[in-house]
């Protein structure tokens, strides 16, 4: 009993978060920062973190190091081992992101220093941090006139750009991998710091685009997760990237008794995904013991001649095992079987379910998946 009461008292709290006006992930920012919601991704997963007073600091500049580390972790890497030995002159072993550059390198993302200097407390530019991001998607070849081209007529400060950056730049255009920063709109400005704020936008598209179309050695290590369970024939595979789309149908087992009796409007319910959800060709999608969480938004009562008892419930909130809470939206309609003569006849049917009963639920909108991890992008 105690258990249960814990539970609701849980799930109430969690639809209340969900339902209630977004409050400020950081104490500096709040949703209308341009960048709200990639930098609350990429700190909900892990990839940026905060500083001790509660504050992002969105404005101030990213050193080389800590944009490697960042690549690196919102690649889902930092637990590759490499054995790849990293020459920059000014790099030793003991340097607290050794191991990180050294991925980099790995997976081709920046080049080996070969004696030269990694500069690793510097800013990273914009068009350095750019030319890394599109170094981790296999992209399509273009000749430097076409490279020309594009930069010129998306650019007003196409000039500076230096010649090295020439071929990233025009990809990072076409691949919408450039980062548009309010009052900057038109320029590209290569040389400049790139900040907190710009590098969360950049690493959100990168991490978009890398999922679908990695480069070769990350393509290696990017393995889709597989299971056995229930199959949804109508998902969109793209790369390590699954949309289940809106309308799809899936079972859940309810853990809270519902009935048109019983139950009233704006009542919380719980329940689990009973097994796992799986793609055609056996990719997780979600994994079994997943939280559902929603809220009662109709009953019927049973009416003797006039109406059989109905019940529709809203589902609001989805936990995954890795501990992600993600808004999933989906209906589900309980009316009861009505058979024979007499049945039709009184009308009066009620509806009530058993303890872990499966019912099926119609999604509202679609649902992207990353195969490698089992991350939802909302």
């Known amino acids: 009993m105690f258990k249960k009461m814990l539970q609701g008292l849980i799930v109430f709290c969690l639809?209340?978060?969900?339902?209630?006006?977004?409050?400020?992930?950081?104490?500096?920012?709040?949703?209308?920062?341009?960048?709200?919601?990639?930098?609350?991704?990429?700190?909900?997963?892990?990839?940026?973190?905060?500083?001790?007073?509660?504050?992002?600091?969105?404005?101030?500049?990213?050193?080389?190091?800590?944009?490697?580390?960042?690549?690196?972790?919102?690649?889902?890497?930092?637990?590759?081992?490499?054995?790849?030995?990293?020459?920059?002159?000014?790099?030793?072993?003991?340097?607290?992101?050794?191991?990180?550059?050294?991925?980099?390198?790995?997976?081709?993302?920046?080049?080996?220093?070969?004696?030269?200097?990694?500069?690793?407390?510097?800013?990273?530019?914009?068009?350095?941090?750019?030319?890394?991001?599109?170094?981790a998607i296999t992209t399509t070849q273009i000749s430097e006139q076409k490279a020309q081209s594009i930069v010129s007529k998306s650019y007003e400060d196409y000039t500076q750009l230096p010649a090295w950056f020439l071929m990233a730049a025009a990809k990072s255009e076409l691949l919408d991998l450039d980062v548009i920063t309010p009052g900057h709109e038109g320029k590209m400005e290569p040389n400049r710091p790139m900040n907190r704020a710009e590098v969360a936008a950049l690493l959100y598209k990168m991490m978009q685009e890398a999922k679908l179309n990695p480069n070769a050695k990350l393509a290696e290590t990017m393995q889709k997760r597989t299971a056995e369970g229930y199959v949804l024939d109508n998902v969109r595979v793209q790369g390590s990237i699954g949309v289940i789309p809106a309308g799809a149908i899936f079972p859940i087992k309810l853990e809270t008794v519902v009935g048109s009796e019983i139950s009233n409007v704006a009542d919380i319910y719980t329940?689990?995904?009973?097994?796992?959800?799986?793609?055609?060709?056996?990719?997780?999608?979600?994994?079994?013991?997943?939280?559902?969480?929603?809220?009662?938004?109709?009953?019927?009562?049973?009416?003797?001649?006039?109406?059989?008892?109905?019940?529709?419930?809203?589902?609001?909130?989805?936990?995954?095992?890795?501990?992600?809470?993600?808004?999933?939206?989906?209906?589900?309609?309980?009316?009861?079987?009505?058979?024979?003569?007499?049945?039709?006849?009184?009308?009066?049917?009620?509806?009530?379910?058993?303890?872990?009963?499966?019912?099926?639920?119609?999604?509202?909108g679609p649902l992207k998946i990353d195969l490698t991890n089992g991350y939802i992008y909302e």
């Open 15 to 135: 639809l209340c978060v969900f339902n209630a006006p977004a409050n400020a992930f950081y104490t500096d920012m709040d949703q209308s920062h341009w960048c709200y919601q990639s930098i609350k991704f990429l700190t909900e997963i892990g990839v940026l973190v905060g500083y001790p007073d509660g504050t992002y600091k969105p404005d101030i500049p990213v050193s080389r190091a800590e944009f490697a580390s960042m690549v690196i972790k919102s690649l889902g890497q930092e637990n590759t081992t490499v054995s790849q030995p990293i020459n920059y002159a000014d790099i030793e072993p003991d340097f607290w992101g050794y191991n990180i550059i050294q991925k980099a390198v790995y997976f081709d993302l920046i080049p080996n220093g070969r004696g030269e200097r990694f500069r690793p407390y510097d800013p990273v530019t914009r068009a350095e941090a750019i030319s890394i991001a599109v170094n």
């Open 271 to 364: 329940a689990k995904v009973p097994k796992n959800i799986v793609t055609k060709e056996g990719y997780l999608l979600v994994q079994e013991g997943s939280d559902l969480k929603g809220q009662i938004k109709y009953v019927q009562r049973g009416k003797t001649f006039k109406q059989n008892g109905e019940v529709i419930i809203k589902n609001e909130l989805l936990v995954t095992p890795n501990d992600q809470a993600v808004m999933l939206y989906g209906v589900a309609t309980l009316d009861p079987e009505v058979n024979g003569f007499w049945s039709k006849l009184f009308k009066n049917k009620k509806v009530l379910t058993k303890p872990d009963q499966l019912i099926n639920i119609r999604l509202l």
